[in-house]
Nanobody, 122 residues
Framework: QVHLVESGGGLVQAGGSLRLSCLASGRIFSINSMGWYRQAPGKERELVASMSSRGSTNYADSVKGRFTISRDNAKNTVALQMNNLKPEDTAVYYC????????????????WGQGTQVTVSS
């Protein structure tokens, strides 16, 4: 079992910045991919950014050039630096750990955090 705890959400004006952080805890052996999804009211959940254990990244087109994902494999943490925020970035942001192997079973599952609200005012 892996537990994900997010922090850093809040209310910010358009053009401002926020930094989201997520800590994965449990008997973790390794995590293939850590990242962030978001879900706005009335919309489907979408990938924002992800990073593999080797450092390769994937970003939604809508956030490229504004958001930066970072990860510390040793600490099982992932962060999302969000700059030049726009009202359309308003959503609940979820941290994910995909392909997480835990001891002693070494079985892989995907895990989600509870979500943190990001609200960008115009």
């Amino acid at each position: 079992q892996v537990h994900l705890v997010e922090s850093g959400g809040g209310l910010v004006q358009a053009g401002g910045s926020l930094r989201l952080s997520c800590l994965a805890s449990g008997r973790i052996f390794s995590i293939n991919s850590m990242g962030w999804y978001r879900q706005a009211p009335g919309k489907e959940r979408e990938l924002v950014a992800s990073m593999s254990s080797r450092g390769s990244t994937n970003y939604a087109d809508s956030v490229k050039g504004r958001f930066t994902i970072s990860r510390d494999n040793a600490k099982n943490t992932v962060a999302l630096q969000m700059n030049n925020l726009k009202p359309e970035d308003t959503a609940v942001y979820y941290c994910t750990a995909e392909g997480a192997y835990t001891m002693p079973t070494m079985t892989s599952y995907d895990y989600w955090g509870q979500g943190t609200q990001v609200t960008v005012s115009s």
